[in-house]
């Protein structure tokens, strides 16, 4: 089936914009996760999804960080007043509904490269 | 603070040869996953392991996760150039949902 797919895959904006990123995640997950990678450092968690709900919101960086989930499936990550610090790849990953004795594969989409002038 | 340190960062080995990567921690994690990432794409999930001591295999690549479950490695014997690519160690506290990933390690294989 298809996979988790992200758009744009790639963004140039300039500084003081606002942007949005979308995620669509594979049919039926019902967790959904946002992380940046920057050069040269590992995924940093912003956002995390079950369902509609983000009971953890406790990575993004700054209230000029949003997101949302609607109907439990696309997500949309917004970055408003966009910051040259803002520049990484906006990684989204999606887990299927059952747990398995602690395990949590998430799958991962190609990412959208974000780069702000 | 990291919580998942891997090493090495870098590692640019001749095709043949034999390498292992580690991803260390002080805490405990109740499972730990290894990543493999091609660019432009998103990281792929390799392996999974869970217990204490346990040791998989997945062809030319061993995954162990140590006893104390603070530490992993992984071992790939007689790498090819289809093994280059940024490898990802996560691990995951027990009772969260929220996977902690290491910085990578980055490897070239030169045919």
């Known amino acids: 089936g298809a996979g988790v797919s992200q758009s744009p895959s790639n963004k140039v904006t300039e500084k003081g914009k606002d942007v949005e990123l979308r995620c669509d995640p594979i049919?039926?997950?019902?967790?959904l996760y946002w992380y940046r990678q920057s050069l040269g450092q590992g995924l940093e968690f912003l956002i995390y999804?079950?369902?509609?709900?983000?009971?953890?919101k406790s990575g993004l960086p700054s209230d000029r960080f949003s997101a949302e989930r609607t109907g439990g499936s696309v997500s949309t990550l917004t970055i408003q007043r966009t910051q040259q610090e803002d520049s990484a790849v906006y990684l989204c990953?999606?887990?299927?509904?059952?747990?398995?004795?602690?395990?949590?594969?998430?799958?991962f989409g190609p990412g959208t490269r974000l780069t702000v002038l | 603070t990291q919580l998942l340190e891997q090493s090495p960062q870098f590692l640019s080995i001749q095709e043949g040869e034999n390498l292992t990567v580690y991803c260390n921690s002080s805490?405990?994690?109740?499972?730990l996953q290894w990543y493999r990432q091609e660019p432009g794409e998103g990281p792929v999930l390799l392996v999974t392991?869970?217990?204490?001591?346990e040791v998989k295999k997945l062809k030319r690549l061993t995954f162990q996760f140590g006893d104390a479950r603070k530490d992993s490695s992984l071992h790939i014997t007689a790498a090819q150039p289809g093994d280059t690519g940024l490898y990802l160690c996560?691990?995951?506290?027990?009772?969260?949902?929220?996977?902690?990933f290491g910085k990578g390690t980055k490897l070239s294989v030169i045919p």
């Open positions: 990953a999606s887990s299927p509904p059952s747990w398995d004795s602690g395990d949590n594969e998430q799958f």
């Open positions: 049919s039926g997950h019902t967790a």
């Open positions: 999804f079950q369902g509609n709900s983000a009971p953890d």
């Open positions: 805490s405990v994690f109740s499972s």
């Open positions: 392991v869970v217990t204490g001591g």
């Open positions: 996560a691990g995951l506290r027990a009772g969260s949902y929220q996977l902690t």
